[in-house]
């Protein structure tokens, strides 16, 4: 099997792959600069690396890039920078995954193809009745219109539930929310629900990113755990000590 990641030479793209080169997996990856990633990773004969900016490729170069994959992973985000947050593209997450599977449509697969979507806690899922209070409410509306790369995340989330319901078999989703993401050398313990335990904005949680990293490589590999959670939208946490 095969796995393209998005966003690889990111904080959490880059544990990723490394998570699934460690279990076997052939991995296709797209980055901005081969330099961001590490040398044990560049020299590894099962990663493929792909140098471009996903959203400059053209749709023949997407449609390579996805050809032959079983699952395709997105860990593509903002920069925490004023033009990270507020330049352009604003719609990075929601075009990329938008042509992404459309790229997918077109290989017509046999079998549908995983995709897993990192997202947030932040992001609500109405669609499974998830009810927050209304000073949370409140407060992520103003999120939503102050900060867009959260209207990004929760744009990109609702085109994957609109498009690939039920009745569609080319793709399958799993949109993944983790907390506060925090720094931790190895995996660790943690637990997944189906719906945030804890408010994101007034009781926040954490999860590390190699969890994150751990628990997407599992859904992709294992489909124990890709049938527990497909199309719904599993939080992590760490486990509490």
């Given at each position: 099997m095969t796995t393209l990641v998005v966003g690889a030479s990111g904080a959490t793209g880059r544990l990723?792959?490394?998570?699934?080169?460690?279990?076997?997996?052939?991995?296709?990856?797209?980055?901005?600069?081969?330099?961001?990633?590490?040398?044990?990773?560049?020299?590894?004969n099962l990663l493929t690396i792909?140098?471009?900016?996903?959203?400059?490729?053209?749709?023949?170069e997407l449609l390579e890039q996805v050809k032959g994959c079983s699952a395709v992973a997105s860990c593509l985000g903002h920069n925490f920078t004023l033009k990270g947050m507020f330049g352009h593209p604003r719609s990075l997450v929601t075009n990329a995954t938008q042509r992404l599977c459309h790229a997918i449509e077109k290989?017509?697969?046999?079998v549908p193809v995983k995709f897993i979507l990192m997202n947030t806690t932040g992001n609500q899922n109405k669609q499974a009745g998830e009810e927050i209070s209304t000073a949370q409410s409140i407060i992520i509306g103003l999120i939503r219109h102050l900060a867009p790369p959260h209207a990004d995340n929760e744009q990109a989330a609702a085109y994957l539930q609109s498009s690939y319901g039920t009745n569609r078999n080319i793709i399958e989703w799993?949109?993944?929310r983790p907390d506060g993401l925090i720094d931790e050398k190895s995996v660790t313990n943690y637990d997944t629900y189906p719906s945030p335990t804890r408010s994101a904005i007034f009781d926040a949680g954490k999860t590390s990113r190699i969890n994150v990293a751990h628990f997407m490589s599992q859904l992709s590999l294992n489909d124990d755990t890709w049938h527990k959670w497909?199309?719904?939208?599993?939080?992590?946490y760490n486990a509490s000590m």
């Open positions: 990723l792959v490394e998570q699934l080169l460690h279990q076997g997996e052939m991995v296709k990856a797209i980055v901005r600069s081969e330099d961001s990633l590490p040398d044990s990773l560049k020299t590894n792909t140098e471009a900016s996903l959203l400059d490729m053209t749709d023949e290989t017509q697969p046999k799993i949109i993944v497909k199309n719904q939208m599993p939080v992590i």
